[in-house]
């Protein structure tokens, strides 16, 4: 949770792809400074004397310390301490943050009640996040019936009043037609909002939006600049499509350089996408260092979750012997894989190892499936090879090949 977002918004789950919690630093009182502006154990100390004597900021501000381990070690049950002592008293943020405890359980016994209790407190008093709370829970059906009409007035409260998550949220609302008509030029004008006050998650939804043309005019150099904002705030998910555009010259001029680092960055945080990518680069030699080595590296972890283009490339590497050890049937393996899968290369390249007999048993029946597998998802060299192989094969044998073609059925990957 970063530093300068004390506040969390409620995480529903599908179908309104919500983000994290609405942010709203308190401003304190008697010269308290937020967490984010103080931090250190000596600050939190200070804070003690203050919130003994009753001071709601101070409470306030320790029981965050207590709860994101600001100089002090994380308690949750001392944050709910001091949150109940100034939420007591009024303080709307610590009402929110004890609603937020009681919700996820955390320092107390969870319940949706208690946490629908003081967010409605701090909502009474206009607290932006915690009517932006209310409304989740309402969409959510949580301590009490579902409600989007509900659910979508508080949202759209707490968005009015500037609140970038609540923005963020209620474009989500449009864009899918949750609570609301789906519109998805006003659900690009609130991600618009919300990404100019720097909401990562609005800045890839408006990103994606620059992209696909979804509420607005497609834009690719918009979005390859929302994409690079939201990577720069730490967003894997925008860093790998940073990286896209930048190896693809999508939005921006072809940038072999951005492309690994950005690729790098979406790696690590275990994207198998752009672990694929970045194997491939390396492969391809565009890289700043290229390395066979790290190829394989890179294309093993991806292949092991299950991504298809990795498990293929990772079956030719096997299969030619580069860098791996030359192994025919762990070639087979991967690249049956990603066959499986859907992957249309993988359908080819498995059909001829079947039909040689490269790495598995000579079959021309399942050549000839997986030949006609491949040349109904449009692969013209798949269609070659079969029309090729069925001059060359009994009539039975044509029959069980397209009776296997005709029930396959890809099964999921990642």
Same mark, same amino acid.
């Given at each position: 949770m970063p530093r300068t977002t004390p506040f969390r918004l409620l #995480? +529903? %789950?599908? +179908?309104? /792809? &919500? &983000?994290?919690? /609405? /942010?709203?630093a308190s401003s304190g009182a008697g010269g308290w400074l937020p967490v984010s502006e103080a931090g250190s154990a000596t600050s939190a100390v200070n804070w003690v004397p203050q919130a003994r004597k009753?001071? +709601?900021?101070a409470q306030f501000l320790l029981g965050l310390a207590y709860e994101q381990g600001d100089g002090v070690a994380v308690d949750p049950e001392r944050a709910a301490l001091w949150y109940r002592q100034a939420a007591d008293q009024g303080h709307a943020p610590a009402q929110t943050n004890l609603g937020l405890l009681y919700y996820e359980g955390l320092g107390v016994e969870q319940s949706f009640d208690q946490a629908r209790l003081w967010f409605r407190r701090a909502a009474e008093q206009g607290f932006a996040p915690a009517r932006c709370n209310l409304g989740v829970m309402a969409l959510l059906g949580e301590s009490g019936p579902r409600d989007l009409e509900q659910a979508h007035e508080l949202i759209a409260y707490a968005a009015e009043q500037g609140d970038a998550k609540a923005q963020r949220l209620l474009g989500s609302m449009h864009d899918e037609g949750v609570g609301v008509r789906q519109d998805q030029s006003v659900a690009a004008r609130w991600f618009t909002l919300a990404a100019e006050q720097g909401d990562v998650d609005a800045q890839l939804r408006l990103a994606r939006a620059h992209s696909e043309g979804r509420g607005l005019p497609a834009d690719e150099e918009a979005a390859f600049r929302w994409f690079s904002r939201a990577a720069d705030a730490g967003s894997p998910e925008a860093a790998l499509e940073a990286g896209r555009m930048a190896y693809l010259g999508q939005g921006t001029d072809p940038d072999d350089a951005a492309a690994e680092h950005w690729f790098t960055v979406a790696a690590e945080a275990d994207l198998t996408t752009a672990q694929t990518y970045l194997g491939l680069m390396h492969l391809a030699g565009r890289t700043a260092s290229p390395d066979d080595g790290a190829a394989a590296a890179w294309l093993e972890l991806a292949a092991a979750s299950g991504q298809p283009v990795a498990q293929y490339n990772l079956g030719l590497m096997c299969l030619q012997g580069r860098f791996l050890e030359r192994d025919e049937q762990l070639a087979a393996r991967w690249i049956g894989s990603a066959a499986d899968i859907g992957l249309v290369e993988a359908q080819t390249k498995l059909g001829s190892m079947y039909e040689l007999g490269r790495g598995v048993e000579q079959d021309p029946i399942a050549a000839y499936g997986w030949y006609t597998v491949a040349t109904h998802a449009?692969?013209?060299? /798949? %269609?070659? #090879?079969r029309?090729?192989?069925r001059a060359r094969i009994a009539a039975d044998q044509i029959i069980d090949g397209e009776y296997f073609a005709s029930n396959w059925r890809p099964r999921a990957g990642r």
């Open positions: #995480r +529903p %789950a599908a +179908p309104v /792809a &919500l &983000l994290a919690l /609405a /942010a709203c009753g001071d +709601p900021s449009g692969d013209a060299d /798949a %269609a070659e #090879r029309d090729s192989l």
